[in-house]
Nanobody
Framework: QVQLVESGGGSVQAGGSLRLSCAAS????????MGWFRQVPGKEREGVAT????????YYADSVKGRFTISRDNAKNTLYLQMDSLKPEDTAKYYC??????????????????WGQGTQVTVSS
């Protein structure tokens, strides 16, 4: 069983930066894919970025490419999302997720994976 706890959300002005963290407990094998997703009330959940634990390969949604960076500290078993040049449209609740196997891309579902409780990010103009 994998448990995920996000932190680092908050309020920031447009153009600012935030770094989200996701502390994972339990065993995350090298075959795991971890990612960040976000959701606005009334809208579908959107994949933001994913990272393949075994190879470190990263993938991003077009809407955040060049502004967000996903990374992982294996020693701390922690996933990060560095968010720069934030825009009001980045406002959402951000969730950390993990799954074992499957295609590791933010456009692919994590339906059978593990999820955190989410952390709110609010960007004001």
């Amino acid at each position: 069983q994998v448990q995920l706890v996000e932190s680092g959300g908050g309020s920031v002005q447009a153009g600012g930066s935030l770094r989200l963290s996701c502390a994972a407990s339990g065993y995350t094998a090298s075959s795991f894919c971890m990612g960040w997703f976000r959701q606005v009330p009334g809208k579908e959940r959107e994949g933001v970025a994913t990272i393949y634990i075994g190879g470190g390969w990263t993938y991003y949604a077009d809407s955040v490419k060049g502004r967000f960076t996903i990374s992982r500290d294996n020693a701390k078993n922690t996933l990060y999302l560095q968010m720069d040049s934030l825009k009001p449209e980045d406002t959402a609740k951000y969730y950390c997720a993990a799954k074992d196997g499957g295609i590791c891309h933010p456009s692919r579902p994590f339906t059978s994976g593990y999820w955190g409780q989410g952390t709110q990010v609010t960007v004001s103009s």
